[in-house]
């Protein structure tokens, strides 16, 4: 389930981050005010997240009477076996998009406009345009973003506590919770401490892994 988690959470923040920074990436205030938007929930407590969102996916929460007033059959986010696993997910992409936003458009903002001159006079179209200079360029970024979200899903605690702790069952039970789960509640802290060593190594090692793949894709301007 972890590994579930981190690969859908990787890929869907990576893609939303993309395309916000795409949107935001102009001058004015709308596009600053816009920018605070997609970030905001960056800057929250992941038990805050945990919070807020435990009430709108409750079966009477706000998101099962926003479609029962659409004419749309609710159901239970936090305890269908079959899609609990997706609500955690969309939780965590909704507020983990805001760092791939700013990522981003940090990314793209570094990227030089006589590229795009260039390739204007050279009868580039927009699509041209990003296919051959704004994405080739924005692979440190894409870097940064992929390796700090594999990071932090892996170790996925605080959200999965505050809205399902690990159920129906063991469903949602991510190896971050099994590992508090054998060391406080089931007092085999022996147990626990190898898996908490097994979890570090694995991040170690695809850390570097996906660092030395995508370092490679990395160009020079």
Request: proline share 3%.
């Amino acid at each position: 389930m972890t590994c579930l988690i981190a690969i859908i959470v990787t890929l869907v923040s990576n893609g939303l981050g993309l395309l916000s920074a795409l949107l935001v990436n102009f001058k004015g205030w709308i596009y600053n005010a816009s920018r605070t938007v997609f970030f905001t929930p960056q800057v929250l407590s992941p038990i805050i997240v945990g919070f807020i969102w435990s009430i709108i996916l409750t079966d009477d929460g706000v998101l099962n009477k926003l479609l029962g007033y659409i004419g749309l059959d609710g159901t239970s986010w936090l305890a269908n076996t079959s899609i609990v696993v997706y609500s955690i997910i969309a939780v965590i992409v909704w507020q983990s998009m805001g760092f791939c936003t700013v990522v981003f458009l940090a990314t793209l903002q570094s990227i030089p406009s006589d590229l795009y001159e260039a390739a204007k006079i050279d009868g580039c179209n927009q699509w041209q345009k990003f296919k051959h200079i704004t994405f080739p360029l924005l692979a440190p970024g894409i870097t940064i973003n992929t390796v700090m979200l594999l990071i932090s899903s892996f170790k996925v605690f605080d959200q999965v506590v505050v809205l399902t702790n690990g159920g129906p069952g063991t469903t949602t039970e991510t190896i971050s919770l099994k590992i508090i789960n054998m060391g406080f509640n089931e007092n085999q802290m022996g147990y626990a401490s190898s898996m908490a060593v097994v979890l570090f190594l694995l991040i170690g090692v695809i850390s570097v892994v996906v660092v030395t793949l995508l370092k490679r894709r990395e160009v020079e301007y």
